[in-house]
């Protein structure tokens, strides 16, 4: 018989180990199967492509007041897939203005930058650049979009103007007019956003549409299609960048309504307030992320109500705001009343706001005789003011003051209806204002 004793002893240890190591592979087994089925469920770990890009630092701009984070380039959204809005379009307030920097796109976002402002609004006149179908010269706009996203600066494009090849109907000398098929204009859009896919950050859809000038039409001014026109393009806008903040078209307050002197039966403008509740009864607010607004300020301050009868004026040569009180004299009555009518339920996007002043132009603009009672130090004050009391009221969304530099790129004469709200002179120096807006205060 052989001697197993040595081989026993050498044995026993490994099965030892052996049993203790199936025992503690059954034990984590069993802790597995209890973690997978019944352990508190919590936020899944981020992969490692997540945590990577978490470590990545947010793109910013420097402005005064503090970073403001730029809106990230993404890829297309496929079709029928919807992609969360992104952290960037947090409800904050944002300082813009309207620029024209067709002429010299770098230099003028430099300008925007210098006074502190993260936004720039530029008008996109399709018309003028798409004369024939499918040939539109995107050149200037392109040059616009890279420099602004180069200085850090968001981008609002305010979409006008459909080309001759659209329409039918022609007046006299009309500034702008809808396409007889709106789905061409949605369909401008789509190509647009495709362009220039998140280096533009929000669109307004049309502008002052409660004028005849700017909605030339055979029947006139028409809230119900507008809003069709404005269905149209959020659906095409959003479902190529669900990200870009669209605004419906801002309304003259013009405070009135009024037929076509040769056609009754068509109207030439409407009350911004009337075109405004008909915009509301057609459903509207389902196809836009904020509500245009314009007020160009007249001669009177942004904080004054237009029942205000403490307010006087004895020297002011323009007298509308005391010989026939309403709220389309007031900035603050303005806003109020177009934020009250929808209960707040969206924000306020102004558009294009200012004070004019004639001072230092040599005259004035016919019909703008308001621009004479307001010198250079009371524009400069009335814009600060301005931009203050929309940030701390607090429905008012982006505020993109009317204008920066039209004066200098315009005709560069008294009779040219913008130059008097410029922020820039003919020649190309500051007035007062830009040192004022460069300098005031811009909490987020």
Not at 6 to 33: D, E, T
Not at 196 to 218: F, K, S
Not at 230 to 243: H, T
Not at 421 to 438: L, W
Request: glycine letters at 10%; proline letters at 9%; a negative charge.
């Amino acid at each position: 018989m052989l001697d197993m004793s040595a081989n026993s002893q050498g044995k026993q240890p490994r099965f030892i180990l052996s049993v203790v190591g199936w025992f503690l592979i059954l034990v984590l087994g069993l802790a597995g199967v209890w973690w997978g089925f019944f352990a508190p469920q919590g936020e899944d770990a981020p992969s490692a492509d997540a945590t990577a890009a978490a470590l990545l630092p947010t793109p910013t701009a420097t402005v005064a007041g503090g970073l403001v984070p730029l809106p990230a380039e993404t890829s297309a959204p496929q079709p029928g897939v919807t992609t969360p809005p992104s952290a960037q379009t947090a409800e904050v307030f944002g300082y813009g203005i309207a620029a024209d920097a067709l002429p010299l796109p770098d230099y003028t976002m430099g300008q925007v930058r210098s006074l502190g402002l993260g936004w720039v609004k530029q008008q996109v006149r399709w018309g003028d650049f798409e004369l024939t179908p499918g040939q539109m010269d995107w050149s200037g706009y392109d040059a616009v979009v890279e420099a602004a996203n180069a200085h850090g600066v968001h981008v609002m494009l305010s979409v006008v103007g459909a080309p001759q090849w659209t329409r039918t109907y022609f007046d006299t000398n009309p500034e702008a007019a809808p396409p007889d098929d709106l789905a061409l204009y949605a369909d401008f859009l789509g190509r647009l956003v495709d362009r220039y896919h998140g280096r533009v950050h929000a669109i307004e859809v049309w502008n002052e549409q409660n004028l005849d000038r700017e909605w030339d039409t055979a029947a006139g001014v028409d809230p119900a299609r507008y809003v069709e026109m404005l269905r149209l393009a959020y659906q095409v806008i959003k479902s190529r960048d669900p990200n870009i903040i669209v605004i419906s078209g801002a309304l003259s307050p013009v405070g009135g309504t009024a037929t076509d002197p040769n056609n009754p039966a068509r109207i030439g403008y409407m009350d911004d307030f009337q075109y405004y509740q008909e915009m509301i009864n057609n459903g509207f607010l389902s196809y836009c992320d904020c509500v245009g607004v314009h007020h160009n300020g007249y001669n009177i301050p942004p904080s004054i109500a237009y029942n205000d009868t403490t307010y006087v004026d004895d020297g002011a040569v323009f007298r509308g705001f005391w010989d026939n009180p309403h709220p389309s004299w007031s900035f603050r009555s303005t806003l109020e009343r177009y934020s009250s009518a929808i209960s707040g339920m969206k924000p306020l996007c102004l558009t294009e706001f200012g004070w004019a002043s004639a001072e230092g132009l040599g005259g004035y603009p016919p019909g703008f005789e308001f621009s004479q009672d307001n010198s250079l130090e009371e524009q400069s004050q009335y814009i600060s003011q301005a931009f203050q009391l929309m940030h701390d009221w607090g429905f008012v969304r982006l505020a993109f003051l009317w204008n920066l530099n039209y004066a200098n790129t315009g005709p560069r004469t008294p009779d040219d209806p913008n130059a008097p709200y410029s922020i820039i002179d003919y020649n190309g120096s500051p007035r007062p204002a830009f040192d004022a807006v460069r300098d005031m205060p811009k909490p987020q």
